[in-house]
């Protein structure tokens, strides 16, 4: 199976930072990658799919970008309701796998 | 608007059998890819099978091939998971999903059902 490694596993941010997630796949993946926010007691919520397409109804600040065996997701801006857990996930072959997440705290 | 709830979760002892049903509505059910995944406690997701719209491909992760069976019911627009010989590492919330466009990643999610496999 093809392993989902993210960096770094947790961070503490304040409101207005610009921050990144990365992602690595262990093999490539094209760009069959998606990016989900999950909040404590929740269901994961899709945000990016195909790498770098937002999904309907999640803000532009939000974006994705890579290919191949490395990606990134970058909020422009933080904002309070996007302190959250954010998990990659690769769909490129079964097992579809997910990254061990990464937690962004408040500062 | 699209909904996905589960049910059937609850305590199990190891060696155990438990049915988890997803009920799906606000869209055509049987057009669509669906999808189990868990998230052990504290931990992360792991997905767990697939089945597609017909029925005709069936997938699993290794860690619960041979003990757990996913099938659907398009008149129904139920999802189902099948899980026997349930062991302590199947402790998780489960969450049914849907596949968009088939592709392998999940745009609506229900709300999660928890299993525990307790003696």
């Known amino acids: 199976a093809i392993r989902m490694t993210q960096s770094p596993s947790s961070f503490s941010a304040s409101t207005g930072d610009r921050v990144t997630i990365t992602c690595r796949a262990s093999q490539g993946i094209s760009s069959y990658l998606a990016w989900y926010q999950q909040k404590p007691g929740k269901a994961p919520k899709l945000l990016i799919y195909?790498?770098?397409t937002l999904q309907s109804g999640v803000p532009s600040r939000f974006s994705g970008s890579g290919s191949g065996t490395d990606f990134t997701l970058t909020i422009s801006c933080l904002q309070s309701e996007d302190f959250a857990t954010y998990y990659c996930q690769q769909y490129y072959s079964y097992s579809w796998t997910f990254g061990q997440g990464t937690k962004v705290e408040i500062k | 608007e699209v909904q996905l709830v589960e049910s059937g979760g609850g305590l199990v002892k190891p060696g155990g059998s438990l049915r988890l049903s997803c009920a799906a509505s606000g869209f055509t059910f049987s057009s669509y890819s669906m999808n189990w995944v868990r998230q052990a406690p504290g931990k992360g997701l792991e997905w767990v099978s697939s089945i597609s719209s017909s029925s005709s491909y069936i997938y699993y992760a290794d860690s619960v091939k041979g003990r757990f069976t996913i099938s659907r019911d398009n008149a129904k627009n139920s999802l189902y998971l099948q899980m026997n010989s349930l062991r302590a590492e199947d402790t998780a919330v489960y969450y049914c999903?849907?596949?968009?466009?088939?592709?392998?990643?999940?745009?609506?999610w229900g709300q999660g059902t928890l299993v525990t496999v307790s003696s």
């Open positions: 999903a849907r596949d968009s466009l088939a592709l392998g990643y999940f745009d609506y």
């Open positions: 195909a790498a770098s």
